[in-house]
């Protein structure tokens, strides 16, 4: 009889070992481990004192979590995704700290230091970019396309459920036993059971199983919406740029996750049934392994970056005030980016032993990836060229991305090359080189997509000069954290090292010390941004809903925008669409008639799943078989009873929705459009005025 | 097909059935998507088993495991099982009532369970064979694929069983139509797997 | 327009023809395997061309993926394909590279 609570005991809690052995290195050690525990737990307990204060509790379940509008489930993604990046943060500056001073010795322990790089590119990738990125797309994608939802409402719902239950599982790691010291792409036979019996490894697996299986859903639903729901006339040569990334991103998740299920499951079975994948003994082989993870880690890394080209995309023509140069080749680039990055895998494995011939095809492969990310940057320097640039938030992260990507992109074209990355593979210039493209490239674009998007979702605008403070620091930050990484690696560092003998790498690290407290400032100008915007939210109004001159659909509504998006289904005409029609004097009109919309109803099974799947992994992890078995029938029935479901959807009438309009429009024609020189004056009530051809500026 | 507008894979339920007609398209055409992402999923076990072949770690190979006898029968059961749940489809779309609609699909069912019956006999004689997936590496690499189609079988049985009981409490209604719908195409693909199966890991195997 | 009793026929006929390839298509490559004859290449090519040859019965017949009308269901079994090419190729070749190169001796 298996004991109720599988392997968690006393010897779980972070602060054990340092009450059981209390040398210098395990008190302090245990002393960050256990802050880190309580910080989460206090967190966790303010936030729900706070909920049951203003007793909230019904509002957040039946307007947010059983919510299936794809407005509330995006924003409920960047928030997570926001409370995950604070986390990664702070593990990056106490990995930062601890190599600044990490000379011959430091005072991390290895063990914990393992565990912070693992759970720091773990989290950064799956549970901070992998949400905002689905969270922005989400939120923006069905307004772009003329669309009242998603395809599959829904199994949206689901997917952020599965997502934030990964999260969870990560979360309560660090309360509960160890995380997994194999990295942020496991490798057996470390994380195999003969070397890592703990729970570590299992707490990664099922983080991720839970949450590729979210992301696998949601790039099926996020292709079929586009392929189906877009508006009468918008074919796809019409859709803005964000929605062809959002399209590309959404096919290599669909396609790319299955490899990572793969690998996962097989490391499991070996784990917990004794099999022989990737052992070994008995006929198991490890580069299975490595050729499956990066079979998903490629094109996923591709998945973080697409939807911030298209944000650039979008940010750069607005604020250029001008039409993106070069569409048909921006399109062209984007889809040949997404099937190009199903070639090019072997290159994070190079000197795993195949042939040199292999090597070459692939380092050829993964240059040519070089080429069409090159015509993007021209076309959005040509966007810009002879444009009108106003130098906004989301514009000075655009900026700061094209000269710092295309840095990142040359070290990657310079590890193409089999023969330099020989040289330099697991060095920190590798880690210099993936942060060069993740920070400037990924992380400035969602941050850019967040100051953008962020007056659409919520009716007002973001502290400006908190926004451009912030923009500062991540700016100076990055180059000072990664920059000394390229010459570190040179010298020989080798990554997730945690301590070094020589002293010449100490002034290098130190300089990275100092980026990455920049890099902590610039987190918390965000959050100070946040704060002071919401208390100054009346200023700052913009309900007409287009504070930026905006060229795409999702500028045409409200903001925040109406449940259902809009009031009749937009024809469209031609690429930017609401410029158009502004230009033609149709924007703001009243319809003759309205008529009567079905949305889909709210649903339980997204947080169900949620909790269920939070459930059956945590039993997973801990050996606890009843808990187990439980949630697999629970599942199976809520599975069986969801196909029982009728009456799924429900009716906002034609005169409901008139008055809105009417109010809408009304304000539209109250207020006082405003030229480009007072946007970020809080005159700015979202309605732009109209440029005639021909008229003196 | 003529006279007919096609909306998505899999037979379509035609203008007869008026706005159930329109409503599917998406639907299919999402679970469509679905399927293009569990052939990849397969695709990744296979390559893994191919690779794996020599991996025996001195243990049983194919030969001494696979019984030919046994995996014929099991093809022309699923086989069989594509055909009525083709009739199957028919009956919905053509009307021909509940009552012939869930006799095809019983028939179906039954088929599919012989099936798996089968198989499961199957794996229970490689166990006691000495072809435990505990062995060695092929044999997880088999016990990866094999059982990992059996299980899709066994939930598009499930799904097939909730189907019946939703005819009984709703008739056929949409909900049901789209159900049968996507299980069809759900069944299909996994005959078109177990080609790639018997192709590959027990034709392949045993030559 | 077909009356419904005709379109009926026709879609009947799609499954009956689908059966009737399919089983001789099965069939055969079991026999080739049963009662042998040839060499190992050789049989691993018919027991190859045969089942490619099925599934696009079964796309075919049982799953109407044509020429005609919606292209996009069509498109997206290529591009996956395509896909599945790359990735089960690319694993064969690197496993094979490697196997050839990085083989250990064997152990218990």
């Excluded at chain 1, 494995?349 to 040199?356: D, I, R, V």
């Excluded at chain 1, 400032?521 to 309900?543: M, P, T």
């Excluded at chain 1, 937009?570 to 008529?595: N, Q, S």
């Amino acid at each position: 009889m298996s004991p109720p609570l599988g392997r968690v005991g006393l010897h779980s809690l972070p602060f054990w070992q340092m009450l059981q052995q209390p040398t210098q290195s395990n008190v302090i050690n245990g002393v960050i481990a256990s802050g880190a525990a309580g910080i989460m737990i206090v967190g966790a307990i303010v936030t729900v004192v706070l909920i049951t204060r203003y007793r909230k509790w019904g509002v957040l379940w039946t307007q947010w979590l059983t919510s299936t509008d794809h407005k509330r489930i995006g924003i409920m993604y960047v928030v997570l995704a926001f409370v995950m990046l604070a986390r990664a943060l702070i593990e990056a500056g106490l990995m930062r700290a601890q190599q600044a001073f990490g000379l011959h010795g430091g005072f991390l322990a290895p063990h914990h230091f393992a565990e912070l790089f693992s759970t720091h590119g773990t989290i950064m990738i799956f549970f901070m970019a992998m949400p905002f990125l689905t969270g922005l797309i989400n939120f923006v994608m069905p307004m772009q396309i003329g669309a009242r939802d998603v395809t599959f409402p829904r199994l949206n719902s689901i997917s952020l459920g599965l997502t934030t239950a990964g999260a969870a599982l990560v979360m309560i790691s660090l309360a509960l036993g160890k995380f997994s010291t194999g990295g942020w792409f496991g490798y057996p036979p470390y994380t195999e059971t003969r070397f890592t019996p703990g729970v570590g490894p299992d707490y990664w697996i099922w983080a991720l199983e839970l949450t590729g299986l979210g992301s696998t859903f949601t790039g099926i639903n996020f292709v079929a919406t586009i392929w189906k729901e877009r508006a009468p006339g918008m074919t796809l040569l019409r859709m803005p740029l964000f929605t062809w990334t959002a399209l590309c991103t959404s096919l290599l998740m669909m396609f790319a996750m299955p490899p990572l299920t793969v690998a996962l499951s097989q490391l499991a079975l070996d784990r917990y049934l004794g099999f022989h994948y990737f052992t070994n003994a008995l006929g198991g082989n490890m580069m299975h392994f490595v050729n499956l993870f990066w079979m998903f880690g490629h094109p996923e890394v591709y998945i973080l970056i697409l939807p911030s080209f298209g944000i650039y995309s979008e940010v750069i023509s607005t604020f250029s005030g001008k039409m993106l140069y070069g569409y048909r080749s921006l399109v062209s680039a984007t889809v040949a980016i997404a099937i190009l990055s199903f070639t090019v895998w072997l290159h994070h494995f190079f000197t795993m032993g195949q042939s040199a011939s292999i090597n070459a095809v692939f380092g050829i492969a993964t240059m040519m990836i070089g080429i069409p990310t090159g015509v993007k940057v021209y076309d959005w320097i040509w966007t810009m060229f002879r444009g009108r640039i106003r130098f906004t938030v989301p514009m000075v992260y655009a900026i700061g991305f094209i000269f710092l990507f295309v840095l990142g992109g040359m070290s990657g074209i310079l590890l193409a090359d089999p023969g330099i990355d020989y040289q330099v593979h697991n060095t920190v210039f590798l880690v210099a080189h993936f942060h060069n493209v993740a920070v400037p490239g990924v992380l400035f674009g969602l941050i850019a997509g967040y100051h953008f998007w962020f007056p659409k979702a919520f009716g007002f605008r973001l502290h400006e000069r908190w926004g451009m403070l912030s923009a500062a620091c991540w700016i100076v930050g990055f180059m000072l954290a990664f920059f000394p990484l390229y010459p570190l690696g040179l010298m020989g560092l080798p990554r997730r090292a945690v301590s070094y003998a020589q002293p010449s790498y100490v002034p290098l690290e130190r300089v990275a010390f100092v980026g990455a407290i920049l890099v902590l400032a610039a987190l918390a100008a965000l959050v100070v941004q946040l704060w002071v915007s919401i208390k100054h939210r009346q200023e700052n109004r913009v309900f007409v809903g287009d504070p930026w001159d905006g060229r795409s659909l999702e500028w045409s509504v409200s903001a925040p925008p109406p449940e259902y998006n809009f009031a009749l289904t937009p024809v469209v005409e031609d690429r930017d669409a609401f410029t158009l029609a502004k230009e033609r004097g149709e924007a703001y009109r009243l319809a003759a008639a309205y008529a009567d919309i079905e949305l889909p109803k709210n649903s339980a099974l997204g947080p169900v799943f949620g909790a269920v799947g939070l459930a059956l992994a945590f039993g997973l992890v801990w050996h606890i078989w009843w808990l187990v078995i439980l949630s697999t029938l629970t599942v199976l029935m809520t599975l069986i009873a969801s196909g029982f479901s009728r009456d799924t959807t429900r009716v906002v009438h034609a005169e409901e929705v008139r008055r809105d309009e009417e109010r809408w429009i009304g304000a539209a024609r109250a207020s006082t459009a405003i030229s480009r020189a007072d946007e970020c004056d809080s005159c700015n009530v979202g309605l732009a005025v109209q440029e005639q051809e021909g008229a003196a500026a | 097909m003529s006279g007919e507008i096609i909306k998505h894979p899999g037979l379509n339920l035609g203008a007869a059935h008026g706005p159930d007609h329109d409503a599917a398209e998406p639907m299919i055409f999402g679970f469509w998507l679905f399927l293009m992402s569990d052939a990849i999923l397969f695709g990744m076990v296979f390559a893994t088993y191919v690779s794996s072949l020599s991996a025996t770690a001195g243990g049983p190979g194919p030969r001494a495991l696979y019984d030919i006898r046994s995996v014929f029968i099991e093809t022309l059961f699923l086989l069989a099982s594509s055909f009525t749940f083709g009739m199957a489809s028919l009956a919905l779309k053509y009307r021909h009532g509940a009552p012939r609609l869930i006799a095809w699909l019983a028939v179906t069912l039954l088929l599919g369970t012989g099936f798996l019956g089968l198989e499961s006999h199957d794996f229970i004689t490689m166990f006691a064979n000495g072809g435990a997936p505990g062995r060695s590496g092929f044999l997880s690499a088999f016990f990866d694929l094999v059982p990992l189609h059996g299980l899709h079988v066994m939930g598009g049985c499930i799904w097939l069983i909730s189907l019946v009981g939703q005819i009984a409490r709703y008739g056929i209604d949409r909900q049901v139509k789209l159900g049968i719908m996507r299980l069809a195409l759900f069944w299909h693909f996994l005959d078109i797997v177990w080609i790639a199966i018997f192709s590959v890991v027990y034709l392949g195997g045993l030559t | 327009m077909m009356s419904a009793s005709e379109e009926e026929r026709k879609d009947f006929h799609s499954y009956l023809w689908g059966i009737a390839l399919a089983l001789p298509l099965t069939l055969v490559p079991f026999a080739v395997v049963h009662w042998g004859g040839g060499s190992r290449l050789t049989l691993l090519l018919v027991i190859g061309a045969f089942a490619l040859v099925q599934m696009i019965i079964h796309f075919r017949f049982f799953l109407h993926i044509s020429f005609s009308d919606r292209r996009e269901d069509l498109q997206l079994i290529l591009f996956s394909t395509l896909v599945l090419i790359i990735m089960i190729g690319g694993t064969v070749w690197i496993m094979g590279s490697l196997m050839l190169r990085m083989a250990m001796p064997a152990s218990p």
